[in-house]
């Protein structure tokens, strides 16, 4: 497994261990060797495989290094994850549909 995958495994892993009511706070990046590892881009395709109603709602705070780096979606146009992050509060109205990463 690669260190950017480890990283979106580790935070997986963490969403799914919160109480109801509790707050996860998390610093979604990491360093290794030298190099950054980001998960912004894996986050935006594991939340964009499902159609809202099967995607984790309130998702909390997490903190992201590049938060405005957007990625093209085949629907969506350009997203970021805090665009995401933040629909997740109302029901991902805004992204109700699967999509993907192009």
């Known amino acids: 497994m690669g260190v950017d995958q480890e990283k979106q495994s580790m935070f997986d892993n963490a969403v799914k261990q919160v109480p109801t009511n509790d707050l996860v706070i998390n610093f979604a990046s990491a360093v290794s060797a030298g190099m950054g590892v980001y998960i912004m881009e894996s986050e935006l395709r594991k939340r964009g495989a499902d159609a809202a109603s099967n995607r ?47």
Not at 67 to 94: A, C, H, K, R
């Open 56 to 102: 984790n709602a309130q998702l909390g705070w997490a903190l992201f290094d590049f938060p405005e780096t957007q990625f093209n979606t085949n629907i969506y146009g350009y997203v970021d994850i805090v665009d995401l992050w933040i629909d997740s509060n109302f029901g991902y109205s805004t992204y109700p549909n699967q999509f993907t990463i192009i």
